[in-house]
T-cell receptor, first 115, second 113 residues
Framework: NAGVTQTPKFRVLKTGQSMTLLCAQDMNHEYMYWYRQDPGMGLRLIHYSVGEGTTAKGEVPDGYNVSRLKKQNFLLGLESAAPSQTSVYFC??????????????FGPGTRLTVL | QKEVEQDPGPLSVPEGAIVSLNCTYSNSAFQYFMWYRQYSRKGPELLMYTYSSGNKEDGRFTAQVDKSSKYISLFIRDSQPSDSATYLCAMRHRGGSNYKLTFGKGTLLTVNP
């Protein structure tokens, strides 16, 4: 099992460029999440999905779009990158919550710099 | 007031010390309390979780929840250099459909050999 994988690991963009971050999980999890992590800000939820074909906004959704066409994949898009989107992006997945901690499994992260 | 408050540190201790990490929260609906550990340049991973109040022990780690004070703690006994990481508390409501976690900002811990 690879767990949660993210592509790419690093990327440098110029302001106004677009890109897509890919997240894949092989644990058959229902829920998937995109976070950004900035110094002093902690983990902030961008968008999440409760199942294939569904998406919802998190805490900081502006400037991002997502799609979950397949259960195992969750894509995060930046249509017109801005320097404020320089961050480390983490994808996570979790199983259907049936009590318990609903542990979220995180990917290794994507370091994005927008110049 | 933020839902979850966590002192970011940094915290630096000598090897073998007892470490205490803490979070406070304001939302009384939180029922599940978790501690994630994040090594440098890695994703967070779940270390421990506790349901409602009480203590839970796992080896050198003990998690405590005091719901009356809205305060949670993680204790690390006999700390090791390999414990050097950022520790994030996280919480969620009870209920099958509430899958979102609210994270603290994390505390950076360094254990010096």
């Amino acid at each position: 099992n690879a767990g949660v994988t993210q592509t790419p690991k690093f990327r440098v963009l110029k302001t106004g460029q677009s890109m897509t971050l890919l997240c894949a999980q092989d644990m058959n999890h229902e829920y998937m999440y995109w976070y950004r992590q900035d110094p002093g800000m902690g983990l902030r939820l961008i968008h999440y999905s409760v199942g294939e074909g569904t998406t919802a906004k998190g805490e900081v959704p502006d400037g991002y779009n997502v799609s979950r066409l397949k259960k195992q994949n969750f894509l995060l898009g930046l249509e017109s990158a801005a320097p404020s989107q320089t961050s480390v992006y983490f994808c996570a997945s979790s199983p259907l919550a049936s009590g318990g901690a609903n542990e979220q499994f995180f990917g290794p992260g994507t370091r994005l710099t927008v110049l | 007031q933020k839902e979850v408050e966590q002192d970011p540190g940094p915290l630096s201790v000598p090897e073998g010390a007892i470490v205490s990490l803490n979070c406070t929260y304001s939302n009384s609906a939180f029922q599940y309390f978790m501690w994630y550990r994040q090594y440098s340049r890695k994703g967070p991973e779940l270390l421990m979780y506790t349901y409602s109040s009480g203590n839970k022990e796992d080896g050198r780690f003990t998690a405590q929840v005091d719901k009356s004070s809205k305060y949670i703690s993680l204790f690390i006994r006999d700390s090791q250099p390999s414990d050097s990481a950022t520790y994030l508390c996280a919480m969620r409501h009870r209920g099958g459909s509430n899958y979102k976690l609210t994270f603290g900002k994390g505390t950076l811990l360094t254990v010096n050999p």
